[in-house]
T-cell receptor, first 114, second 114 residues
Framework: GNSVTQMEGPVTLSEEAFLTINCTYT??????LFWYVQYPGEGLQLLLK?????DKGSNKGFEATYRKETTSFHLEKGSVQVSDSAVYFC?????????????FGKGTKLSVKP | ETGVTQSPTHLIKTRGQQVTLRCSSQ?????VSWYQQALGQGPQFIFQ???????GRGNFPPRFSGLQFPNYSSELNVNALELDDSALYLC?????????????FGSGTQLSVL
C-alpha cells in the first residue's frame, strides 16, 4: 500500500542553518505530495505541495521538489529561524483518491535555537 | 487563517463509553475530513463527508461514525471506546468540493480513554 517515510527527529539547528528533512514515498499511480507544518498548540497547515514529477513547491523560504526517479520529496530551507520550530509532516494523496485520504509520515520535530 | 474550530479541546472517557466530537468548518467549506493522530504518529484518515454524505473512509471499524449537517458542521462519534482510541482527533475542511486539496485543520480534540 501507499506509505510515507520521513527522517526521524528531533532535529535541532542553530538560527540561519540549512535545513533538510528527508521524505520518501511508496505509491501506485501518480500521487500529489505535500508538506504540512504543525506549530505548537495549533492545527496542521499546508506548507507547500507538488502535483507532478519535477514540480517544485515553495512557500515561506521552504522548497521541495517532486522526484519520481528517487520517490522523494525532501524539504529544504536555506536559513532557518527560531519561528520555524514546529513539527513537519510529509504526506501524499494518490491520484485516484481525492476523498481526503492523505497519507502522512510520522512527522519530524524541528527546534531552532537562537 | 484556518477558521476550523473543534470542541471540546480535551476529553476523558472510560473504556466502553461513547463520545461525540464536534467540528465547525471554515465558512464556505462544504467538505470535512476527520483524522486520528496517535502520540508520535502522523494523522490517519478516518473518513470524509461531502454534502452530508460519507465520501470515503479509511481503515477504521464501524464504531467510528460521523455526521455532517446542512451548515457543514460535523460530528465524529465513537462507540464502545477502547484504550487504543486515545489520540488527538483532527477535523479538516476544504474549500474544494469533495477533495483533499488545501485542507484546513482545526487544533484537535485530545481524547484520553482510561
Amino acid at each position: 500500500g501507499n506509505s510515507v517515510t520521513q527522517m526521524e527527529g528531533p532535529v535541532t539547528l542553530s538560527e540561519e542553518a540549512f535545513l533538510t528533512i528527508n521524505c520518501t514515498y511508496t505509491a501506485t499511480g501518480y500521487p500529489s505530495l505535500f508538506w504540512y507544518v504543525q506549530y505548537p498548540g495549533e492545527g496542521l497547515q499546508l506548507l507547500l505541495k507538488a502535483t507532478k514529477a519535477d514540480d517544485k513547491g515553495s512557500n515561506k523560504g521552504f522548497e521541495a521538489t517532486y522526484r519520481k526517479e528517487t520517490t522523494s520529496f525532501h524539504l529544504e530551507k536555506g536559513s532557518v529561524q527560531v519561528s520555524d520550530s514546529a513539527v513537519y509532516f510529509c504526506a501524499l494523496s494518490d491520484g485516484t483518491g481525492s476523498q481526503g485520504n492523505l497519507i502522512f509520515g510520522k512527522g519530524t520535530k524541528l527546534s531552532v535555537k537562537p | 487563517e484556518t477558521g476550523v474550530t473543534q470542541s471540546p479541546t480535551h476529553l476523558i472517557k472510560t473504556r466502553g463509553q461513547q463520545v461525540t466530537l464536534r467540528c465547525s468548518s471554515q465558512s464556505g467549506h462544504n467538505t470535512v475530513s476527520w483524522y486520528q493522530q496517535a502520540l508520535g504518529q502522523g494523522p490517519q484518515f478516518i473518513f470524509q463527508y461531502y454534502r452530508e454524505e460519507e465520501n470515503g473512509r479509511g481503515n477504521f471499524p464501524p464504531r467510528f461514525s460521523g455526521l455532517q449537517f446542512p451548515n457543514y458542521s460535523s460530528e465524529l462519534n465513537v462507540n464502545a471506546l477502547e484504550l487504543d482510541d486515545s489520540a488527538l482527533y483532527l477535523c479538516a475542511s476544504s474549500p474544494v468540493a469533495g477533495t483533499n486539496e488545501k485542507l484546513f485543520f482545526g487544533s484537535g480534540t485530545q481524547l484520553s480513554v482510561l
